[in-house]
């Protein structure tokens, strides 16, 4: 597998984005909504590099790509906070069509938070089909399939501490159990 963004680069990149929210929400106390599973590790990881009072709340999205129901998300919200007046920020792992953010903020609006904010550790570069972009980036990265740094290929994977490129022959070599 060929690595993309290793740990330190990982670990800056984050640092960015923390340093970019310590300013923009000081003491207002912020809830995070992130998204189960991709965004778990990034979340584990800004959290502990934030200043102000957070309130961390989970969320999944599917999406049904590749079958009948294409680009129709499923999302389950059983360990969602209550986020009327509060400000949030929603996270995600990756923003490639961008249809998973665009659906799941549109979802959370309905709930009338204060304000409404997003961050994804990816942005696939030219990959997007919606009119919105996230408000924050921490690596744009071309338009490859990458895994690692809480990012699947079938569910493994994720706790790879760098993010790799993943290559048809790595699966052939390396198949999924
Ligand atoms: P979107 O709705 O923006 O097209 O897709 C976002 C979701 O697709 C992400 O949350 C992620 O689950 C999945 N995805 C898109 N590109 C990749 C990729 O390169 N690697 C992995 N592991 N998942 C991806
Ligand atoms: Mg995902």
Redesign the pocket.
Known sequence: MKILLDESEIRKGIHRLAAQLNGRYEHQTLTIVS?M???LVMLADLIRCLEMPVRISLIQ??SYRGTMTSGELRIQDQMMLDISGRDVLLI???FDTGK?LEQVSARLLELQPRSLQTAVFLNKSGQSVVATRPDYVVFEIPNAFVVGYG?DYEDLYRNLPHVAILEPSDIEKHPPI
Do not use: R
Request: aromatic share 0%; proline share 0%; charged share 20%.
């Open positions: 998204i599973t991709g965004s999205a599917s995600d792992d990756i998973t990012l």
